[in-house]
């Protein structure tokens, strides 16, 4: 049994932790009772938040190919695996952020597995972003292969987030098709999907974790329309 961290840390975004500014927030952890950090490795805009020149490493992830052109420029951490062995070397708890299902940097690079409304086009948020369908398990085997290539890299525990359906107006106009939902509803898929990672992620020995819409917690209302129950979550 891997022995529990009681984590005291702080969140670092891709930019941010590709900076010299990381330098600071080390000796920041180093000179306080703060003990892990929290770091992006998929982002709010569906970006890797690196590149990985190991083929050994992302080999088991071809979605990273099939995308890689789309993601050009984006490289916030030049050498990840000299950063996680610095972080190591400090004795940092480290947690990889990946953003489940807001992402359109997938749903471009495959629009059968996106949010879409009756006329084909993207479901997006208020900031132009399109979102993945929850219900498909091609999406869930993607966020997996991440997490598992965090693993690989060092990290302690995967800590999902957006894991729930979009919240945005154009969502109400969104189309599912049967083969996905099987008849399952919105909680019922979010549920299915964290049982999933769970079941593949803590085989591995990773701690997993995710984060939860504040407004289920008295809402029944909002529960089902991100697809999130607090207590059975």
């Given at each position: ?11 670092v ?6 900076s010299a500014?990381m330098?600071?927030?080390?000796g ?15 982002n ?25 052109e ?14 996680m062995?610095?972080?190591?070397d400090?004795?940092?708890y ?18 059968e ?92 020995g ?15 209302v909002?529960a ?10």
């Amino acid at each position: 049994m891997v022995d529990r961290t009681k984590v005291k840390g702080i969140y670092v975004t891709g930019p941010k932790a590709g900076s010299a500014g990381m330098e600071e927030l080390i000796g920041l952890v180093d000179e306080t009772e703060l003990n892990a950090m929290v770091i992006d490795v998929k982002n709010d805009e569906g970006n890797v938040t690196f590149r990985l020149m190991n083929e050994e490493i992302t080999q088991n992830i071809p979605v990273l190919d099939q995308i890689s052109e789309m993601q050009a420029g984006v490289c916030y951490i030049r050498d990840i695996q000299a950063l996680m062995q610095e972080l190591k070397d400090h004795n940092i708890y480290t947690i990889a952020r990946i953003v489940c299902f807001k992402d359109p940097i997938l749903a471009a690079a495959r629009p059968e597995l996106a949010l879409t409304k009756p006329d084909g086009k993207p479901v997006t948020d208020a900031n132009g972003l399109a979102w993945v369908n929850p219900y498909r398990q091609e999406v869930w085997e993607y966020l997996t292969e991440l997490a598992e290539m965090a693993a690989d890299l060092g990290f302690d525990e995967i800590q999902f987030d957006y894991v729930r359906f979009c919240t945005e107006k154009g969502m109400q106009d969104a189309v599912f098709a049967e083969e996905d939902t099987k008849g399952r509803s919105r909680t019922e898929a979010i549920l299915d999907f964290m049982e999933y990672e769970y079941e593949k992620l803590s085989a591995a020995g990773l701690f997993v974790s995710a984060d939860v819409f504040g407004a289920i917690i008295n809402s029944d209302v909002n529960a089902d329309s991100v697809g999130q129950i607090y207590g059975e979550v």
